[in-house]
């Protein structure tokens, strides 16, 4: 099983930069498709952002050109790169397979403050 601590969240103003990072255990990482998510107060987990296991990224249209998803794979990491952070990006972060997700980690808090 694989496991997934996410990391790299914080307080910033609106406009900043933060960068998560998603460390995993487990050899399968490297050939699944990874997410990142995130899910703000009364509302459900969405999905972000998404990087193949050969580097295609999409986003959503919320932070198309704000994100940057990338991944090592030889570190077992994928990182979200968040630029230009308005105060709606302030949710919970989590990573895990699109596909077939494993057991979700703790995910990493975001707060943007206007």
């Known amino acids: 099983q694989v496991q997934l601590v996410e990391s ?3 307080l910033v103003q609106a406009g900043g930069s933060l960068r ?3 460390a995993a ?3 399968t990482f490297s050939i ?3 997410g990142w998510y995130r899910q703000a107060p009364g509302k459900q987990r969405e999905l972000v952002a998404r990087i193949s296991s050969g580097g295609s990224t999409n986003y959503a249209d919320s ?3 704000r994100f940057t998803i990338s991944r090592d794979n030889a570190k077992n990491t994928v990182y979200l790169q968040m630029n230009s952070l308005k105060p709606e990006d ?3 972060y989590y990573c895990n397979a699109v596909l ?3 057991v979700w980690g703790q995910g ?3 707060t943007v403050s206007s």
Do not use: D, E, F
Request: aromatic share 4%; with cysteine; glycine share 20%.
């Open 8 to 10: 790299g969240g914080g």
């Open 20 to 22: 998560l990072s998603c």
């Open 25 to 27: 255990s487990g050899s």
């Open 32 to 34: 699944n498709a990874i």
């Open 63 to 65: 932070v198309k050109g």
């Open 90 to 92: 302030t949710a919970v």
């Open 100 to 102: 077939r997700p494993w």
């Open 108 to 110: 990493t808090q975001v």
